[in-house]
Nanobody, 126 residues
Framework: QVRLVESGGGLVQPGGSLRLSCAAS????????IGWFRQAPGKEREGVSC????????DYAESVKGRFAISRDNAKNTVYLQMNSLKPEDTAVYYC???????????????????WGQGTQVTVSS
């Protein structure tokens, strides 16, 4: 059974850091495109970061560039999202997603991905 499980969310003060994990089971993440998305209350789900299945290239939303970093640990079949210098506007439920093929330039389009985790809450507040 294909499954993605996120963890690592929580409450953090502005300027703090969190590392989200996305553990895969039932398939091997290596060779899959990975996306991290987030959804704040009353807002649409938005792409935050993605990693290509072909060459491992990464991309980031403008709002998180220089603060967030996506990485993979193939040995652990896990993807991470390191989030630094967190801001209150980063508060959202964060989801990881995977798909064996995502067209170039569409890494931030949610319907490109077949597999989704259940989400983990990130709250940035003092």
């Amino acid at each position: 059974q294909v499954r993605l499980v996120e963890s690592g969310g929580g409450l953090v003060q502005p300027g703090g850091s969190l590392r989200l994990s996305c553990a895969a089971s039932g398939f091997t993440l290596d060779g899959y495109a990975i996306g991290w998305f987030r959804q704040a209350p009353g807002k649409e789900r938005e792409g935050v970061s993605c990693s290509s299945s072909s060459d491992g290239s990464t991309d980031y939303a403008e709002s998180v560039k220089g603060r967030f970093a996506i990485s993979r640990d193939n040995a652990k079949n896990t993807v991470y999202l390191q989030m630094n210098s967190l801001k209150p506007e980063d508060t959202a439920v964060y989801y990881c997603a995977a798909d064996p093929h995502v067209d170039y330039g569409k890494g931030f389009i949610a319907h490109e991905y077949d597999y989704w985790g259940q989400g983990t809450q990130v709250t940035v507040s003092s």
